[in-house]
Structure formats: structure tokens, C-alpha cells
């Protein structure tokens, strides 16, 4: 792991003490994971994001695009069927449409 990476994810882990229900924070810890390959440990951490606001749409997207990365596609495929539910439910258009694409690109 990069001392730069390594800086980021301290911020991020020192911030989320600060606040340990910052879904925020947990999604940067997931997006730093997943820009380095670490599927399972991205996952993880979109998952714990999503369990604390359902609502952050990108979570789903992000957790879908990691598990078929992974090449667990089936479990992608459920991921987006259930954010693109959330994401229409917020009226979330344009995060919809990015969950659908990918959707169709996966499937």
C-alpha cells in the first residue's frame, strides 16, 4: 500500500471515529479499496455504508461494479436490481440510469 493511499485511508478512518455512523466517510473508505483492486475489503465497507444510509445511491453502483469486477456477477446483478429500486424510489435519475447501464452491460 502507497504512503499516499495509506494517508487517505488514516484520514478517512480518523474521521469516521470522529463520527461512527458517517456514511460519507465509509464510502471513501470503500472507493479507496476499490481503486486499488481490494474487492473484498470495498465491498465490505459499501455494504457497511449502505446499511447506514440506504439512500447513498453510489454505494449501490460502486458495490455492484466491485462484486462483477470480483467476478461475482450474479451478486452484482442483485445489487443493482436493489439500488436501482432504492434509487427510482428517491426519484434518482441520473443514478438510476448509471445503475442501468451497468445493468445492461453485466448481465
Do not use: V
Request: with cysteine.
Amino acid at each position: 500500500m502507497g504512503t499516499e493511499q495509506n494517508d487517505r485511508l488514516s484520514q478517512l478512518r480518523n474521521l469516521l471515529e470522529n463520527d461512527p455512523h458517517d456514511a460519507f466517510c465509509m464510502y471513501g473508505i470503500a472507493m479507496e479499496h476499490a481503486k486499488h483492486q481490494r474487492h473484498d475489503e470495498a465491498i465490505a465497507w459499501f455494504d457497511q455504508t449502505i446499511e447506514i444510509d440506504p439512500t447513498y445511491t453510489y454505494a449501490w453502483y460502486h458495490k455492484a461494479k466491485c462484486q462483477d469486477d470480483a467476478g461475482q456477477t450474479e451478486d452484482a446483478i442483485q445489487t443493482l436490481e436493489d439500488g436501482l429500486r432504492q434509487a427510482n424510489a428517491l426519484g434518482d435519475l441520473h443514478a438510476a440510469e448509471e445503475m442501468s447501464t451497468l445493468y445492461e452491460a453485466i448481465q
